[in-house]
C-alpha cells in the first residue's frame, strides 16, 4: 500500500508540472539558482514542489496565478519563521510516514532546546537554521557524499559559522574549535581514514538539540565509545574531585577538541598532564611517575623484541609466531594505559606485567632464530670447506696430469 | 646406512682419481698419494654435504602439513555452552563460540575497526570489542558501535570429541 | 684410459649389453680450442649445470608445494620453515634459476662475439636460442608458484603485455591466464607449464642441441685460424677429457658454493601472500631479466602518431628478436664473407641496451 502510494507520487513529477522550475529555470542569476539546484533536491526526488514550502499554485503559469497571496505565496521565508516551515513536515508523524516511515520527527523539539533554537527565538538570526546546515534548494540526504552534513563534511559545515571570527563577534565563545579538532586523532580517523564513525561536533554537541555537554556528562559523552576509560574513571579517585571542582572529566587532560593520540608523555616529563596538579612528592606525583615508568618499560621491551625478530626476519628466518605473540603483547600495551583510567598503580601492573612475560618470550624467539641462522652460516662454511678441498683437488690433478708446463701439455696427447 | 654409502662412493672416487692421475710420468709417491686424498675426500665430503640435506628434506616433518584450513580448537568438554575463547587460525585469532551444548559458532577475532581482539560477552550473547564498543551479534554482524563491516565467519566441525574449525570455502 | 684398478668382468658384462666403448671412443677424441677466450667455453656447461640442479630442487620442491590459491604460498612457507633443508632447497631453487638465465645471456654473448654461430652451426645457434626462450619462460612461469604478492601483480603486468599483441592477443592471455584475470586457473596453468609442459620441450631441445654440439665440435673463431695458420699450425686443442672436464667440474664446484652461500646468506624472501583485491603495490617491477623490456615500455608515450605505444614497444621487441634469431644467416653476405663489424658492433650494442636498461629499470 505504502509503495503503491509511493509510486504514485513519484510518478507525479512526470505528469504533473512544476510552473516553479520550468518559468524560474529561464530566468537569470539568483531567480534561476534555486530553480537549477532543485534538480539535486530529494524533496523533487518526492515529487514536492517550490509551492510545497514557498506557497502558490504549481500548476499555473500566469506569474500572478502562479505566485498569489491568496493562494499562500509567501515569497522569501523569513529566517526566524524557517524552522516551522520545515518542521510544518518534518514534524508530522503520519506524513513522513508515507515517504521515510524511518525518519525522526522530532528534530523541531530538539531544535527548540538547543543554543540555536533558542537564540532564534529571541530573534538572533545569525543563528543556524535548518537551511543553513542542510542547505537549501538543493537539499541531499545525509548519506549523499556531497550534503554538508554528510559526516564526512560535518565539522567543515559547523565552522562556516564557527570558524569566522567576524560571524561569532560578539557571542562569548571560542573559534578555534575546528582548528583544534582539525589536529585531534579524531578528525584523522574521519578524514584521512574515512571512517565514518569517527566523532565529529554533533557526535558529542547534538545536532539538532546542539549545546556543550554539561561538565558532568562529559565522561558519559566520551563513554559512548570509550566505554572501559568511562567505566574506570567513574570508579577513580580523580570523578569526585573533579565533579566538586566543576571541571569536565575526560576534557581535563585530554582537551576537548584538539584531542591528541594519548602517549606516556602525558603522565611525566615535561609536557605531564598530572604535574600541573599533582606535585612530584605528592601520592598523585608518585603514583604517575610510576605508571609511566611501568609504560616505558613494556613499551621497551616490546621494541627490544621487536628489533630482533626483524633482525631475524631481515635474514630470512621463521618467525611468524613470535610476530603474533608480539600482537598480543601490543595489546596488553593498549590495556596498560586504558587501566592508566583507574589512577592507581596496581592496575597498570597487571597488564605490563603480562605484556613483559610476553616480551620476553617473544624474545627468545628471536635468540632462538638468530642462533639457528648461525648454525645455517656454520653448515655452510663446513660445506664450502669440502668444496674448497674438491677444488684444491681438481686443480692438482689437472697440475699433475699436465705438469708443470702447462702451455704444452695441455695439448693434443698428454 | 650412511656410512656404507659413503664406504662405496669413497672407494670409487678413489679409483677414479688414482685413474686419472695414473697415465702421467711425472706422478711421485707422496704426491699420488695427496691428490687421491684430496681429491677423493673432498669429492665425498662435497657429496655428503648436498645428499644429507636433500634427505633430510625427503623426511617429512613432524607437522605432515601446514594447517592452513583447518585448525583444531580443542577438545568439546573444553568450552562450555554460552562462552567463547580465541583460537590461532595461521597468523591470525579467530574467537570460537559455543552457544549451546550443540551448537558451535566461529568468527575472525579481528575487529574490523582497528584490529582490535574481540572478546565473548556472556550476559548479552554478543561478541564485543573493548576498544570502541563495537558489539556484534552471533552472526557476525554489527549491532552498534563503529565497526563498518561483519565478523568474517568460520566453519566448525566436531570430530568425535575434537573442535576443528575451518575456512569457509 | 687404462682401466686397470676396475675388476675386469663389470666393465665386460656392460659393455656387452650397452657398447660403451665406441662412446668412450668418441669422448676421449673430443677437444676443446685453447686461445686467449677459451674462458668463455665453460657457460654453455654452466647453464647445463644449473639446470640440472633446478631440475633437482625442483622435484624436492614438489614433494611439498601446493599449487592452489589457497595453499600455494602456506605450502611455501612450510618448505621454509618446517621442512628440514626446505630453506635451503627453496633458496638454491630460486637462486640457481637467476644464475642459469644470467649464464645462459653469457653463453649466447660469447658464441656472438666467438662467433660460433657460423655454418654449419646454424641450427646449434637457433636451438639454443629456443632454449634461451624456454628458460625465461621456465623463470615467468615458476615466479607466479609462491603466489605472493610480488609474483601475482608482476604475473598480471607479464599478461597484460601479451594481450597487448595484435590479433592474437586477448587470445594468448586467456590462453596464459587459465581465464580472463589471473587467478587460480592461472596458477594450476603455470604449474602445469613449470613441471611437465616446459620441461619435456626442453628436454628434447636440449638434446638436440648437445648433440649437435657434439657433432660439430667445438668451434674456433676466425682470428685464432688466422693467427694460428700465419704459423702454419692447427689452433691448439686441450681434450676434452680429462682437461678440460677436471677444469669444468671445478667451475660447477665453485658455482655450487656460491648457490651455498647465496641461499645461507641472502635467503629468498616468503612475501606477503597475494591478495587480488588489494590495489597493485608502488613500483612493481618484473625479476631482473625482463627488466629492460619493461623499462623500455615504460618510457615509450602512450601513443606514437596513431599507434598505441605499448604495441609499438612489442612490435619492436619482435623484430628485434626476429632480427637476432636470424643473426648466423645475415652475419654472412652473399659472397660468403663474414660481416664482422655488423656482428660485433650487434652484439655490443645489445649487451648495452639490454644492461643499460635493466640496470635504469631497477634503480628507477
Redesign the interface.
Known amino acids: 500500500m505504502r509503495y503503491g502510494v509511493l509510486a504514485f507520487l513519484l510518478a507525479v513529477p512526470l505528469t504533473a508540472a512544476d510552473s516553479c522550475v520550468e518559468c524560474h529555470s529561464v530566468l537569470e542569476g539568483k531567480l534561476q539558482a534555486p530553480a537549477k539546484a532543485f534538480a539535486n533536491d530529494i524533496h523533487a526526488r518526492f515529487g514536492f514542489s517550490c509551492a510545497d514550502c514557498h506557497g502558490g499554485n504549481r500548476n499555473e503559469t500566469d506569474p500572478e496565478a502562479a505566485m498569489s497571496k491568496a493562494r499562500g505565496f509567501v515569497g522569501k521565508i523569513p529566517r526566524t519563521a524557517v524552522p516551522e516551515r520545515c518542521a510544518h513536515c518534518h514534524s508530522n508523524a503520519s506524513l513522513m510516514e508515507k515517504y521515510k516511515p524511518r525518519q525522526r520527527v522530532d528534530q523541531m523539539a530538539q531544535y527548540r532546546t538547543s543554543v540555536h533554537g533558542k537564540r532564534l527565538a529571541s530573534g538572533d538570526v545569525k543563528v543556524a537554521t535548518c537551511i543553513d546546515c542542510h542547505s537549501v534548494h538543493d537539499i541531499r540526504e545525509v548519506k549523499d557524499p556531497l550534503s554538508p552534513v554528510h559526516p564526512l563534511r560535518l565539522p567543515e559545515t559547523c565552522a562556516r559559522c564557527h570558524a569566522d571570527a567576524a560571524h561569532m563577534a560578539g557571542y562569548k565563545i571560542p573559534t578555534d574549535q575546528f582548528a583544534s579538532y582539525r589536529k585531534s586523532v579524531h578528525w584523522q580517523a574521519l578524514a584521512k581514514r574515512g571512517d565514518l564513525s569517527a566523532p565529529s561536533c554533533a557526535s558529542c554537541h547534538g545536532n539538532h538539540g546542539a549545546q556543550p555537554p554539561e561538565l558532568e556528562s562529559v565522561a558519559a559523552v566520551c563513554g559512548t565509545c570509550h566505554v572501559m576509560m568511562e567505566d574506570l574513571y567513574k570508579k577513580s579517585p580523580h570523578q569526585p574531585v573533579f565533579a566538586a571542582m566543576g571541571a569536565g572529566g575526560c576534557v581535563v587532560c585530554h582537551s576537548n577538541h584538539e584531542i591528541r593520540p594519548p602517549n606516556v608523555g602525558m603522565l611525566a616529563g615535561p609536557n605531564a598532564v598530572c604535574s600541573q596538579c599533582h606535585d612530584a612528592t605528592s601520592a598523585g606525583g608518585i603514583a604517575a611517575a610510576d605508571m609511566a615508568q611501568q609504560i616505558t618499560t613494556l613499551d621497551k621491551a616490546l621494541e627490544r623484541s621487536d628489533q630482533i625478530l626483524a633482525n631475524a626476519q631481515q635474514s630470512g628466518m621463521e618467525v611468524s609466531e613470535a610476530l603474533l605473540r608480539q600482537r598480543e603483547g601490543r595489546e596488553n600495551l593498549v590495556k596498560a594505559a586504558v587501566a592508566v583510567h583507574a589512577f592507581r598503580t596496581a592496575a597498570v601492573q597487571k597488564p605490563v606485567k603480562e605484556g613483559l612475560a610476553i616480551a620476553a618470550e617473544t624474545y627468545q624467539a628471536g635468540v632462538s632464530a638468530l642462533k639457528e641462522r648461525r648454525t645455517r652460516r656454520q653448515g655452510l662454511s663446513v660445506s664450502l670447506i669440502a668444496i674448497a678441498i674438491t677444488m684444491l683437488g681438481l686443480w692438482l690433478a689437472i697440475r699433475t696430469i699436465e705438469g708443470r708446463n702447462t702451455q704444452t701439455s695441455q695439448l693434443r696427447g698428454r | 646406512m650412511y656410512e656404507e654409502k659413503f664406504r662405496a662412493k669413497f672407494h670409487w672416487i678413489q679409483?677414479f682419481?688414482?685413474?686419472?692421475?695414473?697415465?702421467?710420468t711425472?706422478?711421485d709417491g707422496p704426491?699420488r698419494n695427496?691428490?687421491r686424498w684430496?681429491?677423493?675426500?673432498?669429492?665425498s665430503?662435497?657429496l655428503?654435504?648436498?645428499l644429507y640435506?636433500?634427505f633430510?628434506?625427503?623426511?617429512p616433518?613432524?607437522?605432515p602439513?601446514?594447517s592452513?584450513?583447518e585448525v583444531s580448537a580443542g577438545k568439546v568438554q573444553d568450552l562450555k555452552p554460552n562462552t567463547g575463547k580465541i583460537v590461532?587460525f595461521?597468523?591470525?585469532p579467530v574467537m570460537l563460540v559455543r552457544t549451546t551444548e550443540t551448537e558451535w559458532r566461529a568468527f575472525s577475532a579481528v575487529c574490523t575497526?582497528l584490529n582490535?581482539?574481540v572478546q565473548y560477552k556472556e550476559s548479552s550473547h554478543q561478541i564485543w570489542c573493548?576498544?570502541?564498543?563495537g558489539l556484534y551479534n552471533l552472526n557476525g554482524q554489527v549491532v552498534s558501535?563503529?565497526?563498518?563491516h561483519p565478523l568474517e565467519p568460520y566453519s566448525v566441525h566436531i570430530r568425535g570429541d575434537e573442535v576443528v574449525i575451518s575456512?569457509r570455502a | 684410459m687404462a682401466s686397470a684398478t676396475e675388476p675386469p668382468q663389470q666393465s665386460g658384462w656392460l659393455e656387452e649389453r650397452l657398447g660403451l666403448a665406441s662412446i668412450r671412443a668418441f669422448l676421449a677424441h673430443k677437444t676443446v680450442p685453447v686461445h686467449a677466450h677459451t674462458v668463455w667455453y665453460y657457460f654453455g656447461g654452466i647453464t647445463l649445470f644449473l639446470f640440472v640442479i633446478q631440475v633437482l630442487t625442483g622435484t624436492l620442491l614438489l614433494l611439498y608445494y601446493r599449487p592452489s590459491p589457497a595453499e600455494a604460498y602456506e605450502s611455501v612457507q612450510f618448505i621454509m620453515t618446517r621442512v628440514q633443508f626446505g630453506w635451503l632447497v627453496r633458496s638454491i631453487h630460486s637462486w640457481s634459476a637467476n644464475l642459469m638465465i644470467l649464464s645462459a645471456f653469457i653463453h649466447m654473448f660469447s658464441v656472438v662475439f666467438l662467433r660460433a654461430f657460423r655454418r654449419p652451426r646454424e641450427l646449434t645457434w637457433l636451438s639454443g636460442i629456443g632454449l634461451l626462450g624456454l628458460a625465461l619462460a621456465f623463470g615467468f612461469s615458476g615466479y607466479l608458484l609462491p603466489w605472493n604478492t610480488i609474483s601475482y601483480f608482476a604475473t598480471k603486468v607479464g599478461t597484460d603485455m601479451a594481450a597487448a599483441v595484435p590479433v592474437i592477443g586477448h587470445s594468448l592471455a586467456r590462453f596464459l591466464r587459465g581465464g580472463n584475470d589471473v587467478g587460480g586457473a592461472t596458477l594450476t596453468r603455470f604449474f602445469g607449464f613449470h613441471v611437465a609442459v616446459l620441461p619435456g620441450i626442453t628436454t628434447l631441445l636440449l638434446l638436440a642441441h648437445l648433440a649437435l654440439v657434439q657433432k660439430h665440435g667445438m668451434s674456433s673463431p676466425q682470428w685464432a685460424v688466422d693467427q694460428y695458420s700465419r704459423k702454419g699450425q692447427p689452433v691448439p686443442q686441450m681434450l676434452f677429457f680429462p682437461n678440460f672436464f677436471l677444469r669444468e667440474l671445478m667451475a660447477w664446484y665453485a658455482a655450487l658454493g656460491v648457490l651455498g652461500s647465496l641461499a645461507a646468506i641472502f635467503p629468498w624472501e616468503l612475501g606477503v601472500k597475494a591478495d587480488p583485491f588489494a590495489p597493485a603495490p608502488a613500483g612493481i617491477r618484473p625479476e631482473w631479466y625482463f627488466l629492460a623490456p619493461f623499462y623500455t615500455l615504460k618510457l615509450i608515450p602512450s601513443h606514437v602518431w596513431v599507434f598505441e605505444g605499448e604495441l609499438v614497444g612489442l612490435l619492436g621487441f619482435g623484430l628485434l628478436a626476429l632480427w637476432w634469431v636470424a643473426l648466423p644467416f645475415w652475419a654472412v653476405n652473399r659472397q660468403g664473407v663474414e660481416r664482422t663489424r655488423w656482428v660485433t658492433g650487434a652484439g655490443v650494442a645489445l649487451v648495452a641496451y639490454l644492461a643499460t636498461f635493466s640496470a635504469l629499470g631497477y634503480w628507477r
Open positions: 679409483s682419481g688414482t685413474r686419472l692421475a695414473e697415465p702421467s711425472i706422478m704426491r695427496l691428490l684430496l681429491l677423493g675426500g673432498g669429492l665430503a662435497s655428503i654435504s648436498f640435506p636433500a633430510k628434506f625427503m623426511n616433518p613432524d607437522i602439513e601446514a592452513v584450513n590461532k595461521g597468523s591470525l575497526h582490535c581482539t573493548a576498544c570502541h564498543n558501535g563503529p565497526p563498518p575456512r
